[in-house]
């Protein structure tokens, strides 16, 4: 079965400035998909950007970026410019046969 | 659209009694998901359905059931409720099954088994 770990329980950034979420997680699964999903206080869980393993290429969705690391198989989210909005409970999450989520990153915004 | 809606958002349980949460998307997606939250543990899968007319247990699917009613409805069923299964459970939905399609969750029924 594949793991997530999220390393990360809490983390904290001030406003403007930048975070880096950690992810990795194991497989061996040569073609899968990675996803970071934003759950806030509503419950509501966000799609906040994804990545395809068979491409080399980091995704960005605006503020928010990768670093993805097959051979290491690391899968860490950049906020920049980090806003009051961005705070939130954060999963890293792996698809293959089926979603697995990691056990979430709460991150805290200070203004 | 409403996207994936949930219903109830908050029920509680006596040991022993049974419920069932229903869900519904209005997306035309042909996969549906039932999850679990539990503090600490993100999110498990409970049970899955590919597509209308099929269902597959996921993680951990002891104490559930489910019924893919048509394509729009997925609904999960607890015959016996145990203090174990208090939980916050959540449907999702996508175009096709798991791989890079987005999974549409639902606001979540809060449950608690007493």
């Known amino acids: 079965a594949q793991t997530v770990t999220q390393s990360q329980p809490e983390m904290s950034v001030q406003e403007a400035e930048t975070v880096t979420l950690s992810c990795t997680y194991d497989?061996?699964?040569?073609?899968?998909?990675l996803f970071w999903y934003k759950q806030p206080p509503s419950r509501q869980m966000i799609l906040v950007i994804r990545?395809?393993?068979?491409?080399?290429q980091n995704a960005t969705e605006n503020r928010f970026s990768v670093n993805f690391q097959k051979a290491a198989k690391s899968f860490s989210l950049k906020i920049s410019d980090s806003q009051l909005g961005d705070a939130a409970m954060y999963f890293c999450?792996?698809?293959?046969?089926?979603?697995?989520f990691g056990k979430g990153t709460s991150l805290l915004v200070t203004p | 659209n409403a996207g994936v809606t949930q219903t109830p958002k908050f029920q509680v349980l006596k040991t022993g009694q049974s419920m069932t949460l229903q869900c519904a998307q209005d997306?035309?997606?042909?996969?549906m998901y039932w999850y679990r939250q539990d503090p600490g543990m993100g999110l498990r899968l409970i049970y899955y359905?590919?597509?209308?007319?099929?269902?597959d247990k996921g993680e951990v699917p002891n104490g559930y059931n489910v019924s893919r009613l048509n394509k729009r409805e997925f609904s999960l069923r607890l015959e016996s409720a145990a203090p174990s299964q208090t939980s916050v459970y959540f449907c999702?939905?996508?175009?096709?099954?798991?791989?890079?399609?987005?999974?549409?969750f639902g606001p979540g029924t809060r449950l608690t088994v007493l």
């Open positions: 359905s590919a597509s209308e007319g099929t269902t």
């Open positions: 497989t061996s699964e040569s073609d899968y998909y």
């Open positions: 990545q395809e393993a068979y491409k080399q």
């Open positions: 997306m035309n997606h042909n996969s």
């Open positions: 999702a939905s996508s175009t096709g099954l798991f791989s890079y399609n987005e999974q549409f």
């Open positions: 999450a792996y698809s293959g046969y089926a979603l697995n």
